[in-house]
């Protein structure tokens, strides 16, 4: 009874944040879009079915839904978009915060990389 709302309140967060993440490079957007869809699946399946149907989104989320797999041009998007958020986080407020963007950047990205196609 109460898990409903508890996973209404996670997704609406974590598509709050996946937005932000479409203009932060740093941010991952389609795992937030997967954990919101996720939460909606449990809580209101017509908003899991918007984000699977949406045009730019829908089919990695599709991918990672149906076969646990990442595209080749989403994989060197990401590293890519991530990599010009760490430069940018190198440029604008240096060291030590560069550490962060290049530790996530590091992890994500190996992880991204090593996904299945």
Same mark, same amino acid.
């Given at each position: 009874?109460?898990?409903?709302?508890?996973?209404?309140?996670?997704?609406?967060i974590?598509?709050g944040?996946g937005?932000i993440?479409?203009?932060?490079?740093?941010?991952?957007?389609?795992?937030l879009?997967?954990? *919101?869809?996720?939460?909606?699946?449990?809580?209101?399946?017509?908003w *899991?079915?918007?984000?699977?149907?949406h045009?730019t989104?829908?089919?990695?989320?599709?991918?990672?839904?149906?076969r646990?797999?990442?595209?080749r041009?989403a994989?060197v998007?990401?590293?890519?978009a991530?990599?010009?958020?760490?430069?940018?986080?190198?440029?604008t407020v240096?060291f030590?915060?560069?550490?962060?963007?290049?530790?996530v950047?590091?992890i994500?990205?190996t992880w991204i990389?090593?996904?299945?196609?």
């Open positions: 009874m109460i898990a409903r709302p508890l996973y209404l309140t996670g997704g609406l974590a598509l944040l937005l993440g479409v203009a932060l490079p740093i941010m991952p957007t389609v795992p879009l997967l954990l *919101a869809a996720f939460c909606f699946a449990r809580s209101h399946p017509e *899991a079915r918007r984000l699977y149907n045009p989104y829908g089919p990695g989320l599709r991918d990672w839904r149906d646990r797999a990442i595209s041009r994989k998007s990401a590293i890519l991530m990599s010009a958020g760490a430069a940018f986080t190198w440029f240096g030590p915060w560069v550490w962060l963007s290049l530790a950047l590091t994500a990205g990389w090593t996904r299945n196609e």
